[in-house]
């Protein structure tokens, strides 16, 4: 079964590093998203690109963040700088449509020290 | 802004029943909603997507249903295992817009 993947699954870096998170989003599929979820709490919407351009993001979303398509196949989350409030599990997902269902990868723990 | 609640004390129920969890919505009337099913430490895996013009809909022992004049949302897993104990998210998404917004989820415990 087609599925989302993520690397890396843990991610350990220093306050102010750069840190790029990768993800290969299902084939077929137009949408893709970034969802984050702190230790606790919801899942929140970060980001959503289609056709090669962000569609949407929330207020998190500042200009610490960016995303990518660098090829066919993957889409990237940059954090510039990042800072200790980024720690978290940051899911990409992508949906083959805007209002169908959306499919989650396993995601990648975020720590920041 | 669109707000999403779902109870966020754990559900306790033994194996063989039928448990129902409640997503509750306000300040707005989704264009459909998705359920889906959390572990420990894991991604969100899709279970369900119900549109606000359907009522009801099912897939093996998951029921979903959804009722704009009680702006809620049941989901309902019947003949419960131990296996399906953990969390299940709400979320709720709109024509026009990509994101989904979660509610905190139900911790589901099934005993044997």
């Known amino acids: 079964e087609p599925e989302v993947t993520q690397t890396p699954s843990h991610q350990v870096t220093q306050m102010g590093q750069e840190v790029i998170l990768r993800c290969v989003p299902i084939s077929n599929h137009l949408y893709f998203y970034w969802y984050r979820q702190i230790l606790g709490q919801k899942v929140e919407f970060l980001v959503s690109?289609?056709?090669?351009?962000?569609?949407?993001k929330s207020e998190i979303f500042d200009d610490q963040f960016s995303v990518e398509r660098p090829d066919g196949s993957n889409f990237t989350l940059k954090i510039r700088s990042t800072k200790l409030e980024d720690s978290a599990m940051y899911f990409c997902?992508?949906?083959?449509?805007?209002?169908?269902?959306?499919?989650f990868g396993q995601g990648t723990r975020l720590t920041v020290v | 802004s669109q707000k999403i609640e779902q109870n966020s004390e754990a559900l306790n129920i033994q194996e063989g029943k039928t448990a129902t969890l409640t997503c509750n919505y306000t300040n707005y009337s989704p264009a459909y909603l998705q359920w889906y099913r959390q572990d420990p430490g894991r991604g969100p895996v899709f279970l369900l997507l119900i549109r606000e013009n359907e009522k009801e809909k099912r897939k093996e022992r998951l029921k979903v249903t959804f009722d704009t004049t009680l702006k809620q949302s049941l989901f309902h897993i019947t003949a419960s295992q131990p296996a399906d104990s953990a969390t299940y998210l709400c979320a709720q998404g709109d024509t026009g817009f990509q994101k989904l917004v979660f509610g905190t989820g139900t911790r589901l415990l099934v005993s044997p």
């Open positions: 997902a992508s949906s083959e449509n805007a209002n169908t269902e959306a499919f």
């Open positions: 690109f289609y056709n090669n351009e962000i569609s949407e």
